[in-house]
């Protein structure tokens, strides 16, 4: 299916680049040296205003959870924008309700309540708004490395200094070891050892603190951070030292949720042994493109705040709609155990790739959540340059990929869910071929 539109045109990317760089900021983060317009996608595939198809590799950006297109969700959001676009969260949707029932009951947290929001970004705000009130402290533990989102509170306490400008935070944060496990001081270690290390460092980090602390907030697997990946168990050890001492766990699944790391519905639950966590948050693949995101807390951290308050555009009937469809695909057709199956096998073709190509130091991750990390040829250097190359090469070969980690070296591999066998195969053979060129390019 290629729709071509009045956009269809060679030179049509260059135009409108020049059109967004008039009136959008500076810091707008686009990939490629020509960014590319997608006007439509259907399963796997994205095709762009000049004509050109692709295999999504980076599923939107870890926004398409199943596929694109997906007829039942498009099917479930038409009909219900032909009946109303929005109402008002004054008023009760039916969608939402059954959505936060689901939620509440898959997130494995006792007598949850769920909040919308429009976004991750929203998501993590509200949890953090949530935990400073419960607890009285304004005093966060994050992770080094970590992102949590663009608002001033979000980006006060994200690690990752690549994405967090300012430090004018209204929040104090305390960054704790645990977000990059294959670089830095720690490196050598034995994942036994990697935690214990971490715990020192956790336990050091709260004698130095001013008084209360709120809450750790952690990915359970470094998105924009470049799918840094702990041992399993880390955050279940962190818990057993902060839950003693009142301090919340807040786990932001926005890329780890809805059983896109294989052997878990949440990335919490590779760190289970102390029990859930105390407050959830999740956008992105949830709504398959539709902007939602929300908090799930037990009920007496939920409901510690006392004034009135309102989200107009989360849970929205359309939004809701959408991602109550999406969820409902996801589960029946078991695409946690697809990410697992057909992740196991990807990951271990990436790794038998990265044998012999000097500009990969290391891939991980788990499920459809893969990382390549790329060196300067044959060093321990990380070199962005050669991330940017196979980026561009992978494009010209009909893939697209994402890329992330604190120096930007590190390609990120999160297809729809969906994906195949043959799909793996495709997608892996041209990013075998992109590390030789960008290679070829970096002598
Ligand atoms: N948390 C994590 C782990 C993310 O990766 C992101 C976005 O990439 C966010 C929060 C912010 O989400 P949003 O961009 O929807 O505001």
Redesign the pocket.
């Known amino acids: 299916m290629t729709a071509m539109t009045e956009t269809s045109a060679p030179g049509s990317h260059a135009t409108l680049h020049a059109r967004h760089r008039a009136v959008m900021p500076d810091w707008l983060t686009t990939y490629y040296q020509q960014p590319i317009e997608i006007t439509h996608g259907e399963g796997r595939h994205v095709w762009d205003a000049e004509g050109n198809r692709y295999l999504d590799f980076f599923g939107g950006?870890?926004t398409t959870m199943t596929a694109h297109a997906l007829p039942e969700v498009t099917r479930a959001v038409s009909d219900q924008a032909a009946r109303i676009l929005h109402s008002s969260t004054l008023y009760l949707n039916r969608s939402a309700v059954e959505l936060a029932e689901r939620i509440a009951r898959l997130s494995g947290i006792p007598d949850a309540r769920v909040f919308f929001t429009t976004?991750?970004?929203?998501?993590?705000d509200t949890a953090l708004l949530l935990a400073t009130t419960y607890t009285r402290s304004n005093q966060v533990l994050a992770l080094r490395n970590?992102?949590?989102?663009?608002s001033f509170s979000?980006i006060g306490i994200t690690g990752n200094t690549a994405w967090s400008p300012t430090s004018l935070s209204p929040l104090q944060t305390l960054y704790v070891h645990g977000g990059v496990r294959s670089r830095g001081p720690y490196a050598h270690l034995t994942d036994a050892e990697f935690t214990a290390a971490c715990v020192a460092d956790l336990e050091d980090v709260l004698g130095q603190a001013n008084g209360s602390v709120a809450a750790l907030i952690a990915?359970p697997i470094?998105?924009?951070g470049g799918f840094t990946t702990p041992p399993d168990g880390l955050l279940a050890a962190f818990r057993e030292v902060l839950a003693p001492r009142g301090i919340l766990w807040i786990t932001?699944e926005?890329?780890?949720g809805w059983g896109r790391t294989g052997e878990h519905f949440w990335g919490w639950q590779a760190h289970a042994r102390s029990g859930p966590p105390d407050i959830l948050?999740f956008?992105?693949g949830i709504g398959n493109g539709l902007?939602m995101?929300g908090v799930v807390a037990r009920a007496d951290v939920m409901n510690c705040l006392t004034a009135n308050s309102i989200s107009t555009f989360g849970g929205s009937p359309v939004t809701t709609a959408g991602a109550l469809a999406n969820l409902t695909y996801l589960l029946e057709h078991d695409l946690q155990g697809n990410a697992r199956r057909i992740g196991g096998l990807l990951a271990a073709r990436l790794s038998s790739i990265a044998a012999t190509s000097p500009l990969v130091r290391e891939v991980r991750g788990r499920g459809l959540m893969l990382g390549v990390e790329l060196v300067e040829p044959g060093t321990d250097e990380p070199s962005p340059r050669a991330a940017a190359a196979v980026l561009e090469a992978a494009r010209e070969g009909g893939l697209l990929v994402g890329k992330g980690g604190r120096e930007g070296n590190v390609l990120r591999i999160a297809p729809p869910l969906t994906l195949t066998v043959a799909e793996a195969e495709e997608g892996a053979g041209i990013l075998e071929d992109a590390l030789r060129t960008a290679l070829a390019g970096l002598r």
């Open positions: 950006i870890l976004s991750g970004t929203e998501a993590n970590s992102y949590h989102g663009r979000a990915e470094q998105g924009v932001d926005v890329q780890t948050t956008a992105k902007s995101g």
